[in-house]
């Protein structure tokens, strides 16, 4: 079965960049890849997501390797407020829509130090 | 984005017995699923709850276990049936429709 490999845990100073790294060698050409980060006592939330292209939004930047076979979530400058669970999951491809059902990895426990 | 709220949003149960969970959506969304996080592990996609038909499920979960509702496009449960210990997870509601996935926060269920 396709999967996503992190690492379990990773650490950063406050004000620095965070590069979170994700090994998706097995999934599908046509997965889409989500990241989602999680605070105690809450539901997953939405970072970003990507098929090919590197992507920018106001919370990160995904970097998508060329292969595919691994990405890199990147927070430019990391808050206190960054301390969560980072996963690495992948969508299927369903009718050109990439929200679709979610396989999670098992995360990265990211602790920001002020 | 969707507000999503569920309930109970937590409970502790005797074994044996069964508990029906309520996800509740603020406006129409096309795609619903639950999801279990057992403790200090990761989410794991248990069905997608499907409109007007029966759930489809993962592997390694079954309709006996897990019946799902959805009778609308705002509104699905889940039951967790004939509960065990091994049924102590958080079980979460996503939706999604044209946007990323959200979540509610989850049901804590215990079961003694």
């Known amino acids: 079965d396709a999967k996503t490999t992190q690492p379990n845990s990773m650490e950063s100073n406050e004000e620095e960049p965070v590069h979170l790294p994700c090994n998706h060698s097995?999934?599908?050409?046509?997965?889409?890849i989500h990241w989602y980060r999680q605070l105690p006592s809450q539901g997953p939330e939405y970072v970003i997501h990507?098929?090919?292209s590197n992507v920018n939004n106001r919370m990160a930047s995904l970097a998508i390797a060329e292969d595919r076979k691994s990405s890199t979530l990147i927070l430019h400058r990391a808050t206190l407020r960054d301390a969560a669970v980072y996963y690495c999951?992948?969508?299927?491809?369903?009718?050109?829509?990439?929200?679709?059902?979610?396989?999670f990895g098992q995360g990265t426990i990211l602790t920001v130090h002020p | 984005s969707a507000v999503i709220s569920q309930k109970p949003s937590r409970d502790i149960c005797q074994r044996g017995t069964s508990l029906t969970i309520q996800c509740q959506v603020d406006?129409?969304?096309?795609?619903m699923f639950w999801y279990r996080q057992q403790p200090g592990q990761s989410l794991t996609l248990i069905a997608t709850a499907n409109q007007g038909s029966e759930a489809t499920y993962e592997s390694g979960f079954v309709i006996d276990k897990f019946p799902i509702s959805r009778p609308n496009l705002t509104f699905s449960t889940l039951t967790v049936s004939n509960m065990s210990p091994e049924d102590s997870s958080i079980y979460l509601c996503g939706t999604c429709g044209g946007q990323p996935q959200h979540f509610g926060d989850g049901t804590r269920l215990s079961i003694l």
């Open positions: 990507g098929l090919t």
């Open positions: 097995t999934i599908s050409g046509t997965d889409y």
């Open positions: 999951s992948y969508a299927p491809n369903a009718g050109g829509t990439s929200y679709g059902k979610l396989t």
């Open positions: 406006s129409q969304v096309t795609m």
